[in-house]
């Protein structure tokens, strides 16, 4: 069994999340909860150039998201 990876918001990513209506919100904290069992589904992109950085859309919602060790820790989120 794989162990779960620790998801962390940082502060600029949590600030974008408040200003997200409260569906999308709780949206986004699925989509992150998710990432604690699988940090790369199937569509997630790995940003060239930038170890352990990737970037998942889903819904208009775009997370743009580090993976060190047993951690990933969301950078950023943002609506296309």
Excluded: C, W
Aim: no cysteine; aromatic share 8%; proline share 6%.
């Amino acid at each position: 069994m794989t162990t779960p990876y620790n998801v962390k918001i940082a502060p600029t990513a949590y600030q974008q999340l408040k200003t997200f209506p409260s569906k999308q919100q709780k949206f986004i904290i699925r989509l992150a909860e998710a990432l604690s069992i699988n940090p790369r589904p199937e569509g997630t992109t790995k940003i060239e150039g930038m170890t352990g950085l990737y970037s998942e859309t889903v819904h208009h919602i775009q997370l743009i998201y580090k993976i060190e060790d047993q951690e990933v820790l969301i950078l950023l989120i943002k609506a296309d």
